[in-house]
């Protein structure tokens, strides 16, 4: 018997504790496996179809276990331990926590449609059922209403949505590849539903300065001045819902003219400039506060307001005041607008709203010129060359002539003629 207590009973195998264990070596190092057993027959036959797999896995073949494992892989499995890694990025990254809640979300109606199907066995034509499944509200939930009463909702995803799920389910299906779990993904290749001119972009739901006016004063009038505070500090910052609403007075510094906020997306410039208007609205603020939060919730003054019910008050001024429909993210693209046209370049405004992505998202996604802009603007150009000596208002000019052509006249003046 060796000073570890394992007795050698045949070749690879020891006795230790009544058990039988194998001496193997796995990656270049030895070890030991139990066998789970003290019986010396079946001992040597679980020893001998551990070497047959060891073979099998040098040689890259699967083994029948590995394959029936792989085979009762449900997506619900698949679902879970992807949301246990944390829904890493494919290069094992964390993902902001901001898109980890929206994978979250959307791998419910995911689990709903898929949970109990073997993940081998999904295929492309799959992903239209699926969309055809949440297109006709297949998906349902529950809710309870403020009588107790619940309800159920019938949802449907859209096209952006369905897509936005699927990814979300290809991402899981990509973790279990890299595990060993699956050999492939059957969603790789999937192409989009979501047709680029189908996207309405955040301009498209921006106010002008006249109907942000009016939605204002409609909120103030009807005793949501809580609200209207919100999407001011909303449109005169260019903040998303998601970072203005959480704000406190601690990040205020007017006499700096900064306040100091978190970006959402890992987004960059950590402040938002106090601009004359916006300064205006602070202070009028600051005299109404009756919190540590700048817009605390109506009912518990020690939680932000809800973002949800903001935009519904949104939503219902614009109905009301006959107005386009506007939401919060609209907001942002109402004060890129309102930069654009005061002259500032498309890459100091994605500086200001704290956009990594640079100047093309401000001139593709965000960035619009109202028509009364564009009108004044085209009313400065000129199609034809004034007369000579008058500009185009009627004015005499003097008309300066090239410096190249000057230098040499007046050289030409100091050098005597010489007949």
């Given at each position: 018997m060796s000073?570890?207590?394992?007795?050698?009973?045949?070749?690879?195998?020891?006795?230790?504790?009544?058990?039988?264990?194998?001496?193997?070596?796995?990656?270049?190092?030895?070890?030991?496996?139990?066998?789970?057993?003290?019986?010396?027959?079946?001992?040597?036959k679980l020893f001998k179809k551990w070497r047959e797999e060891q073979v099998l896995k040098a040689h890259g073949i699967e083994t029948a276990e590995a394959a029936l494992a792989r085979n009762r892989l449900t997506v619900a499995k698949v679902l879970d331990a992807y949301i246990l890694a944390g829904c890493p990025t494919k290069k094992m990254q964390p993902k902001s926590p901001a898109t980890v809640r929206n994978e979250l979300k959307a791998l419910n109606p995911v689990r709903r449609h898929f949970g109990e199907r073997a993940a081998v066995t999904l295929k492309l034509a799959d992903c239209d059922k699926y969309r055809d499944w949440r297109n006709a509200g297949g998906y349902t939930i529950t809710r309870k209403r403020k009588d107790g009463e619940e309800v159920t909702i019938r949802t449907r995803g859209g096209d952006r949505g369905v897509d936005l799920e699927l990814t979300t389910l290809s991402n899981a299906l990509r973790l279990g590849v890299r595990r060993g779990e699956l050999k492939a993904n059957p969603l790789a290749g999937r192409t989009a539903y979501g047709v680029a001119e189908n996207v309405r972009h955040c301009r498209e739901v921006a106010p002008t300065p006249e109907g942000l006016a009016?939605?204002?004063?409609?909120?103030?009038?009807?005793?949501?001045?809580?609200?209207?505070?919100?999407?001011?500090?909303?449109?005169?910052?260019?903040?998303?819902?998601?970072?203005?609403?959480?704000?406190?007075?601690?990040?205020?510094?007017?006499?700096?003219?900064?306040?100091?906020?978190?970006?959402?997306?890992?987004?960059?410039?950590?402040?938002?400039?106090?601009?004359?208007?916006?300064?205006?609205?602070?202070?009028?603020?600051?005299?109404?506060?009756?919190?540590?939060?700048?817009?605390?919730?109506?009912?518990?003054?020690?939680?932000?307001?809800?973002?949800?019910?903001?935009?519904?008050?949104?939503?219902?001024?614009?109905?009301?005041?006959?107005?386009?429909?506007?939401?919060?993210?609209?907001?942002r693209s109402y004060f890129v607008t309102q930069a654009r046209q005061s002259g500032l370049t498309d890459a100091e405004i994605a500086m200001l709203i704290g956009d990594k992505t640079g100047p093309s998202i401000i001139a593709t996604t965000y960035g619009d010129l109202r028509d009364d802009h564009l009108l004044a603007q085209a009313r400065r150009v000129r199609h034809t060359i004034a007369p000579s000596g008058e500009a185009a208002s009627g004015i005499p000019v003097s008309i300066p002539t090239c410096p190249q052509e000057s230098s040499r006249t007046h050289k030409a003046e100091l050098v005597p003629k010489v007949k």
């Open positions: 000073a570890t207590g394992f007795e050698r009973i045949d070749g690879g195998l020891y006795r230790r504790n009544g058990l039988i264990y194998a001496r193997v070596r796995e990656d270049g190092k030895r070890s030991w496996r139990g066998t789970g057993t003290n019986d010396l027959p079946t001992a040597r009016k939605i204002l004063d409609w909120l103030r009038d009807s005793n949501e001045a809580g609200a209207a505070d919100v999407v001011a500090f909303m449109a005169y910052s260019g903040l998303r819902i998601g970072e203005a609403v959480p704000l406190t007075w601690a990040a205020v510094n007017i006499g700096e003219g900064l306040v100091n906020v978190r970006r959402e997306k890992r987004g960059c410039n950590p402040w938002v400039a106090i601009t004359p208007e916006l300064e205006t609205l602070l202070r009028d603020m600051q005299g109404r506060a009756t919190s540590g939060l700048m817009f605390p919730s109506p009912h518990d003054p020690s939680k932000p307001r809800d973002k949800a019910r903001i935009n519904r008050r949104i939503a219902a001024a614009c109905v009301a005041l006959k107005l386009s429909h506007v939401t919060p993210h609209g907001l």
